[in-house]
């Protein structure tokens, strides 16, 4: 994808899938919503979760972000690699962040019809600025 199809197609689809290193080194995948800034990808994920365990040992992480159908060439999707943060209180309850003011504003309008983002105890902040980021859409392959 191009740098705009991409952008795109991050602030668009509603679901990742989310890879973080689990006990004993294997790996943990679990669907997630997340919200993207155009720099970097935002999850909000339950800190009483496997996924925060695991980040809070190790950062390394991996996302994927994928549609498709069930004609191949309807495949497409990005795969961004790096090292997570998590940023702000943990669990969030709304304590102000100056960082946390454009995703939480992304995610209400993305999820809640852009109502105020609901601070509900459980959750927190995870960001992923991207070191690499993989492509595809197997649309513009020609037979």
């Known amino acids: 994808m191009t740098e705009d199809e991409l952008d795109e197609f991050l602030r668009e689809e ?82 102000p962040v100056d960082e946390l003011r454009e995703p939480e504003l992304l995610f209400a309008g993305k999820y809640a019809g852009g109502r105020t983002f609901a601070y509900d105890g459980r959750h927190a902040w995870v960001r992923l600025t991207p070191q690499k980021i993989v492509s595809w859409d197997f649309a513009k392959i020609r037979r």
């Open 14 to 95: 509603p679901i990742c899938r989310v890879a973080t290193i689990g006990p004993g080194g294997h790996p943990h995948v679990g669907a997630l919503w997340f919200v993207w800034d155009g720099t970097a990808l935002w999850l909000n994920s339950l800190t009483r979760s496997q996924r925060w365990t695991d980040l809070d040992r190790d950062r390394r992480i991996s996302v994927v972000v994928d549609t498709g159908g069930t004609d191949f060439l309807q495949l497409k999707g990005a795969e961004l690699t790096g090292r997570a943060e998590l940023v702000g209180e943990a669990p969030r309850t709304g304590a």
